[in-house]
């Protein structure tokens, strides 16, 4: 019997540690490849695609980093990424906690339910009204992706963060209200503090998805030059040279190099958030 069981429990690690081992190379392959053709000059890459580089070779990043526009459209991801992730904290926990504390209420519970239907309405549906909307109201430009990143935000934060703040006991906020505290000052001083691992947790997912996103600036920036982001320079820069896509790599891996940094920088206050969630869920 019991060796029974010890052969199972090995087949099992046999079969987990294959399928991780699977996971790794289809997640690792694409970035193998990325990295080592941007170190590649063309007639290189047309060599060998799988091949390590010859010699460490840095052109295609001196070449991108030298174009004209490109810090321009750094400058532009940076401006709308900060931009929208300001609104997401000014907006996000502040609707929240409103609507936590007064779920009893038929107008904050019909508030909430209205939210929430945004999680089930597939972007394809308002990709057209939105564009109509922002064009009548001449807001096609970085300002008016901002405004609307910050109110597709609230479908995903306003559900974790109700969720998150109708665990926290009653009682502290009761002791405060004792004590002289207004509803502002139990908000900022207590309730900020205590949703501190989900509101980083939800920051850190949105900056990923502000940063990377492609349709919405499609949409709303592509009229002008000026107003492009990495994704959308990235995908006028592969037609213009479609056919070095040694180049293409390079911008690739320069884009997401610093949005990897903020993930690593900030994958315990992830983990910690979803955690806590849960527990208190």
């Not at 079969?15 to 193998?32: A, D, K, Q």
């Not at 405060?176 to 908000?187: E, H, K, L, M, V």
Request: proline share 4%; charged share 10%.
């Amino acid at each position: 019997m019991n060796v029974s069981i010890r052969q199972e429990g090995l087949g099992w690690r046999i079969l987990r540690n294959l399928i991780l081992l699977i996971g790794i190379i289809i997640i690792l392959g694409p970035m193998y490849l990325v990295v080592i053709n941007s170190l590649k000059s063309l007639e290189e890459a047309g060599q060998g695609f799988f091949n390590l580089p010859r010699a460490l070779d840095f052109s295609n990043y001196a070449e991108l980093l030298s174009k004209g526009n490109y810090w321009r459209y750094v400058w532009n991801t940076t401006f709308i990424t900060i931009g929208s992730i300001v609104m997401v904290l000014l907006i996000n926990p502040t609707v929240a906690y409103a609507i936590a504390r007064n779920r009893h209420k038929k107008y904050y519970n019909f508030v909430y339910l209205y939210i929430l239907l945004g999680l089930f309405v597939p972007f394809q549906v308002i990709m057209l009204p939105l564009t109509k909307i922002m064009t009548n109201l001449s807001l096609l430009n970085p300002v008016g992706l901002i405004l609307l990143y910050g109110a597709l935000s609230l479908t995903r934060g306003v559900f974790l963060l109700v969720n998150y703040i109708e665990g926290m006991p009653m009682e502290i906020e009761e002791a405060a209200r004792i004590d002289g505290c207004s509803t502002f000052q139990i908000y900022y001083s207590i309730i900020l503090r205590l949703i501190m691992p989900m509101l980083v947790t939800l920051i850190i997912m949105d900056a990923l998805w502000f940063w990377n996103d492609f349709m919405l600036p499609l949409l709303i920036l592509n009229k002008s030059k000026e107003f492009w982001t990495l994704p959308l320079f990235q995908y006028n820069f592969k037609t213009e040279y479609s056919f070095n896509y040694t180049m293409a790599f390079t911008s690739y891996l320069m884009a997401m190099l610093p949005i990897i940094v903020v993930y690593a920088a900030g994958q315990k206050y992830i983990i910690a958030g979803l955690t806590e969630g849960a527990i208190k869920g």
